[in-house]
């Protein structure tokens, strides 16, 4: 449906989610349009029970959705967008057409779909839709709207109400069994499974060592070229025709698998042993086996492939990659970036030949077009692959772009241009060596070369590997030119000693790739269900490993055990596969909740989503009988875990921390909280006697010897402190409540050598110095940012923890007289360098803060997360804070608001005089009526507080 001729003349509302987005949109429409933003979601299920409206109660209230009533949701406009509603409506009043034009997808269409619903318009409604920001797309997307697609629509709310379900039913278990304020998501608790699983896998690994040899062989030739070099490297591959060895031949176990028949493995005394046999041997070539290499391009970046090369090149997490692309994409650079589809329109593909003939020469254009198939199940929406925009690709270099903005672009320019290239082509060489050792045996090494003699796309792209160790796609390995017979002589002979390594643990890339390779969850929103994970404390980032907490070990075992198929791969992704056909038009929503939710009843088919239920097969029910039956849950059992015989792991709610119990039945046994950054595979049974060890808990010191209360040290929550414990009876409430005198160790304290003098010193502070001439009293205290001296208001910085108790009169009086010190002061030298920051190419480094440590380029500052480290954060992490915080840009302040106006006040001045008389003879009424409607009020405003979710729970994916 095109706009109507009646309007054509009259004002056109566009509404699109960001503001970014509008202001581009706004200069390719010109007069008669008003582009405005709906700033995302104006309009969601309500969070929390306070926003449920009063006429809901009961199951309704708590979930947001009314599912006794074909799960029909209970929708409100979010807080902070009812202003920006009320925008909305107001130039929709003005308006003559409405022109829906947020996002291409499911997403998409479920924004444009509540805003026709809560702004309710009376004019013709159109759904603009593109997937480029170009002036022409704009205007091709104003020329021929489309109506709303309702499918897509259903299909949305339907994984939102699924994930509702889904979160806010199972994430209070959590709350319940192992700790307040965890989250439980359909796509979020699979993938932490599979971090965790990994990290089993590490955990049970055992290293097999093996050996090998490695010869340098001569031809004797001379002189030599690069072309055809006279010496070449080969490994030990058979002896007596028994094929050595190697890593791929031995189990987790560390021995070797069965079907590794009819092969030998090497100890260090064996490969040396047949080394020394070989140094007399003359070898020869006993063959060289030659084949055409070729190699096609790479497909065109779809959502997740971006999110993994930019991992791999850039160093981007996922959540870095979509933020740096929806800039990009907003401001009209690059096609829509959440996408399944490898495929480019004519435009695109013209473009990209075009450019590889001005760019590279027409010797590496293809006679015909390539074209690329999507490797994904039912890949969402008919997008693009994500490409520069356009019907002429900008280079980087004519973009404009700076940092990550341009580094993106040219990911994304090259992989596309590339991809409408010419094979590379070239050989593939084996060489065998053999030759007999003086025991009699025989031995034969292999080497293997490539050569490219047409490079074709590898010129303009080269894809990374996950692997560090792993050759890419351009890397020539050359072989001097030998015949079969062709004497050899042995230069180097030497001996080689590998260990099998565990599995690697996951990174963001090979996380995304994962989660896509077993269909479980939408591509597009890989990158916000990694970083709930992370957010989540389920799991930390060690360089770029995602390594799982204890916490998620817990976690996972309960959904395990208890919730079995909610958290199996194959159950998750045949979820997706129910949402597709529903999408589709193939199902039906209303009757596939009901099976999720409440299991099997009349005339419902087995199997789909009613089979959520344990693993162990007792229960076939839906998710509402499983989150009601909570009795076989044993919360200690789920969150133990065995280290040793008489050592266990325990997850408990202030953290993890190991326990022995003791020999003597009733008393304590020993304990010991575990640091948090620990990788569970590096827990040993060694580290945990260590731990065990080490002091913890209350560590007596000795009386005080002036009050007589013991005075002990102890590990917080916030560091090692020292304190005293108050006599039986003393009020620890009330106004006569006495508080212990508390101190935190000084930085050159530990809790193993604090010594009672030491505790006294500490306790006696903030000391009194003296007093001044005026007799203001000097104190010398240590605070949250040093240690100080204080006189009345006035602070200054002390050198050092020591001079706190050191420090005269006369001193203090000396600091005073100096100006007090406005700027900062001297620079402390840095924690630690990072390196060069790619973005601004300047040295970065750590510091210490007012607020904590912080990475730093000297342009941009970015505070340590959490789960970061000083010790042990990588460059990779450093710059990935940093390009965070530059994407956020700088700190909005607050305006600060006009004072009224004289004149004003001047003008009222009168009338407020005349009607303060009549104000009070009425304020005693409405006072009255006020206390009693306050009072009823306030009541049901505390019931409906009462009956809402105390905790966190999230209902994301």
Known sequence: MSPSSETAHGQRLVIVESPAKAKTIKGYLGPGYIVEASVGHIRDLPSTAAEVPDKYTGEVRRLGVDVDHDFAPIYVVNADKKSQVSKLKSLLAESDELFLATDEDREGEAIAWHLQQVLKPKVPVHRMVFHEITKSAIQEAVANPRELNQRLVDAQETRRILDRLYGFEVSPVLWKKVMPKLSAGRVQSVATRLVVERERERMAFRSASYWDLVGTFGTGRTPADAANPETFGARLSAVDGKRIASGRDFGPDGRLKASSTNTLHLDEQAARALAAALEQTAFSVRSVESKPYRRSPYAPFRTTTLQQEASRKLGFGAKRTMQVAQKLYENGFITYMRTDSTTLSDTAVAAARAQVTQLYGADYLPDAPRTYASKVKNAQEAHEAVRPSGDRFRTPAETGLTGDDFRLYELIWMRTVASQMKDAVGQSVTVKVGGRASDGRDAEFSASGKIITFHGFLKAYVEGADDPNAELDDRERRLPQVTEGDPLAAEQLTPEGHATKPPARYTEASLVKELEDREIGRPSTY????????????????????????????????????????????????????????????????????????????????????????????????????????????????????????????VGRYGPYVERASAVEGEPGQRADIPDDLPPDELTVELAEELLASPSGDYELGPDPVSGNMLVAKKGRFGPYVTEILPEGTPKTGKNAVKPRTASLLKTMTLDTVTLEDALKLLSLPRVVGVDAEGVEITAQNGRYGPYLKRGTDSRSLADEEQMFTVTLEEALAIYAQPKQRGRAAAAPPLKELGTDPVSERPVVVKDGRFGPYVTDGETNATLRKDDDVETITPERGYELLAEKRARGPVKKAAKKAPAKKAAAKKTATKTAATKTAAKKTAAKKTATAKATAKKTAAKKTAASKSATSETTTDEG
Do not use: C
């Open 527 to 650: 990158a916000s269900i990694i970083d709930t994970i992370i957010g989540r404390r389920y799991v930390f980032k060690k360089g770029t490993a995602l390594v799982p907490s204890f916490l998620s070990f817990a976690v996972v075992n309960l959904l395990e055990k208890h919730f079995g198929r909610l958290v199996d791969y194959d159950f998750t992704a045949k979820m997706e596969d129910d949402l597709d056909r529903i999408a589709a038009g193939e199902a039906q929503s209303v009757p596939w909740l009901k099976r999720f939710y409440f299991g099997e009843g009349e005339g419902h088919a087995t199997g789909g989503a009613a089979e959520a239920g344990n693993g162990d097969g007792d229960h076939l029910g839906g998710l509402k009988e499983l989150v009601t039956d909570l009795g076989a849950i044993d919360a200690r059992e789920i969150s133990s875990f065995r280290i040793s015989e008489d050592i266990t792991l325990r």
